[in-house]
């Protein structure tokens, strides 16, 4: 089992910046590969980022792309999204994410674990 806690979300104007953090406790988390997903109410989980076991592969949507980088600690057991430069389009709920093998990042449906999400609002 792998028990994951986002934090960081907040309410914030176009513009600005956040910085997510989901911390892992449980299995080794360097063997895992990690992803953050985003919903709004009414839609599907959407894919934003993901990164592989020791961060030396990332993925992301085209829609953060350029934007948002993923990265991970794994001393720290810790995996980061930060997010510059957000539009209003970014407000979502967003759930980091755990998988074992390194493919079919986009699909959530291959994640093996998810935290509860954080609330991310971004006011025009």
């Known amino acids: 089992q792998v028990q994951l806690v986002e934090s960081g979300g907040g309410l914030v104007q176009a513009g600005g910046s956040l910085r997510l953090s989901c911390a892992a406790s449980g299995r080794t988390f360097s063997a895992y590969a990690m992803g953050w997903f985003r919903q709004t109410p009414g839609k599907e989980r959407e894919f934003v980022a993901a990164i592989s076991r020791l961060g030396v592969t990332t993925l992301y949507a085209d829609s953060v792309k350029g934007r948002f980088t993923i990265s991970r600690d794994n001393a720290k057991n810790t995996v980061y999204l930060q997010m510059p430069n957000l539009k209003p389009e970014d407000t979502a709920v967003y759930y980091c994410?755990?998988?074992?093998?390194?493919?079919?990042?986009?699909?959530?449906?291959?994640?093996?674990?998810w935290g509860q999400g954080t609330q991310v609002t971004v006011s025009s």
């Open positions: 994410a755990a998988k074992s093998v390194y493919r079919y990042l986009s699909e959530p449906g291959t994640y093996d674990y």
